[in-house]
């Protein structure tokens, strides 16, 4: 199966802060690359699909990038209601698999 | 809108079968790809598995021997087995959609339930 490798584990910035969260998968999958974002006590909520596509109603501050193995979410101004932890997911081939997650804290 | 509603009992005991339904609403069921996914308190998300509207599986290979899902196209529902649970079962169990296969790889899980706390003790 394909592993999914998220990093960092957790970090803290500021509101206005620049962030980036990297996944890295055990093999290419070409695109097939998914972020979400789970707010405390709430299910997970699609923000970027196929690499870099913005969902709908998403802000245009979230970001995605990357092909083959790595990939980064960057969200380019944090701001206070992005306190969450934010996780990849594949969806190339047969089996589904998640990164472990990033929790993003404000300073 | 799609919804999702995950149901069942919240607590089983270890050894039992854990039984989950997820109701389908606001949308249509047929041609989807219907999944379970589940996190531990302050863990991480992992998936389940998942079955087509007509009833195809695929399973996570860590739960192969003990998982089971069917699908009620009349209700517009599908289902979660898992047998002999043990305490590392319990987790919030999340139903969730994928809407097509493109012949490579799957689209996202776009809509989800809120969740379904299921604990594992005697």
């Known amino acids: 199966d394909i592993q999914m490798t998220q990093s960092p584990s957790s970090l803290s910035a500021s509101v206005g802060d620049r962030v980036t969260i990297t996944c890295r998968a055990s093999q290419s999958i070409r695109n097939y690359l998914n972020w979400y974002q789970q707010k405390p006590g709430k299910a997970p909520n699609l923000l970027i699909s196929?690499?870099?596509s913005l969902e709908s109603g998403v802000p245009s501050r979230f970001s995605g990038s990357g092909s083959g193995t790595d990939f980064t979410l960057t969200i380019s101004s944090l701001q206070p209601e992005d306190l969450a932890t934010y996780y990849c997911q594949q969806s190339y081939g047969m089996s589904l698999t998640f990164g472990g997650g990033t929790k993003v804290e404000i300073k | 809108q799609v919804q999702l509603q995950e149901s069942g009992p919240g607590l089983v005991k270890p050894s039992e079968t854990l039984s989950l339904t997820c109701t389908v609403s606001?949308?249509?069921?047929?041609?989807?790809?219907w999944n379970w996914i589940r996190q531990p308190a302050g863990k991480g998300l992992e998936w389940i598995g998942r079955?087509?509207?007509?009833?195809?599986?695929k399973y996570n290979p860590s739960f192969k021997s003990r998982v089971t899902m069917s699908v009620d196209t009349s209700k517009s529902q599908f289902s979660l087995n898992l047998s002999d649970v043990t305490a590392a079962d319990t987790a919030v169990y999340y139903c969730a959609r994928v809407s097509y296969f493109d012949g490579s790889g799957y689209s996202p899980l776009d809509y989800w339930g809120r969740g379904a706390l299921v604990t594992v003790s005697s």
């Open positions: 196929s690499a870099s």
């Open positions: 079955i087509y509207s007509s009833g195809g599986t």
């Open positions: 606001g949308g249509s069921f047929i041609s989807y790809y």
